[in-house]
């Protein structure tokens, strides 16, 4: 089996910094890209960033310039860290990948637990 455990989540102020870790680990045997997400409470779940094998970042434009999405394939873990955070970043944040479980298995995706992140005076 295959499991994504988040870390870093917390209570931050308005323009404080925060930077998130989300870890694989099982049968993991590539992985095409990783990404996180956000649902705040009456919301839908977003995206907030992806990256891929290759390198290729893609954020979403109320994150730009603020947050950056980094991966390491061979820990299998990527990380978000989040800069001049404001009250409307506050919400559960859940890893995602896109990974085979074997050469000759399909890409599937996984989702971590999800972490709380708020920001708040």
């Known amino acids: 089996q295959v499991q994504l455990v988040e870390s870093g989540g917390g209570l931050v102020q308005p323009g404080g910094s925060l930077r998130l870790s989300c870890a694989g680990s099982g049968s993991i045997f590539s992985i095409n890209a990783m990404g996180w997400y956000r649902q705040a409470p009456g919301k839908q779940r977003e995206l907030v960033a992806t990256v891929t094998k290759g390198g290729s970042t893609d954020y979403a434009d109320s994150v730009k310039g603020r947050f950056t999405i980094s991966g390491d394939d061979a820990k299998k873990t990527v990380y978000l860290q989040m800069n001049s955070l404001e009250p409307e970043d506050t919400a559960v944040y859940y890893c995602?990948?896109?990974?085979?479980?074997?050469?000759?298995?399909?890409?599937?995706?996984?989702w971590g637990q999800g972490t709380q992140v708020t920001v708040s005076s």
């Open positions: 995602n990948f896109n990974l085979k479980r074997a050469m000759y298995r399909p890409y599937e995706i996984y």
